[in-house]
């Protein structure tokens, strides 16, 4: 059995999961992966189009594969895509990793994701769509989290180094 991975990131979509997790593998010496990125690479289309061709419920069982495989494979850095931890299998996996949820206060949101149509749940009304999606899911986030980090008003290299503290992680420079 591999040792698994030093991070999982979790936590909304803009909340700096990628930026972050690649900065933290960095300084830690370790690979970074994104489970976003392989769904992508594995169905040759972008996550965009695989909702509006075959549906959320669709993307969520290739998601749901994906994290598995991830967290069995991989022993560096691994975010995870914002609704993952929507699927209780995925959640009983987490159990007991190091699992950061990177959070993110509404007006942060608005800020950094805005209209942005590649991130097809936020394409109407994103304020209230923020809330709702974030009612729902931050009791999950919570749940699956070892630590919690705030990005508001940090940069990502803040974030970073924050993540290592908590962690108690050591830099590999
Ligand atoms: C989603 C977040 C996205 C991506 C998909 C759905 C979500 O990932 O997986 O658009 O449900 O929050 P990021 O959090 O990496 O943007």
Request: hydrophobic share 45%; net charge negative.
């Amino acid at each position: 059995m591999p040792p698994g991975p030093l991070v999982v990131l979790v936590g909304p979509m803009g909340s700096g999961k990628s930026t972050v997790g690649a900065l933290l593998a960095a300084l830690l010496g370790a690979p970074y992966r994104d489970t976003d990125a392989d769904i992508v690479a594995a169905q040759g289309r972008e996550i965009s189009d695989i909702f509006v061709e075959d549906g959320e419920e669709c993307f969520r069982a290739l998601e749901r594969d994906a994290v598995r495989t991830a967290l069995a494979e991989h022993e560096g850095v691994l975010a995870l895509g914002g609704g993952a931890i929507l699927d209780a299998d995925t959640r009983a996996l987490l159990d007991g990793l190091p699992v950061v949820y990177l959070s993110m206060g509404v007006e942060e949101a608005v800020r950094r994701v805005g209209l942005n149509t590649a991130r097809p749940l936020l394409a109407v009304n994103p304020r209230r769509q923020w809330r709702e999606l974030m009612d729902a899911r931050r009791p999950l986030y919570t749940e699956v989290a070892r630590v919690v980090v705030t990005t508001d008003d940090r940069t990502p290299e803040e974030v970073a180094s924050a993540v290592l503290d908590a962690l108690e992680l050591k830099k590999d420079v």
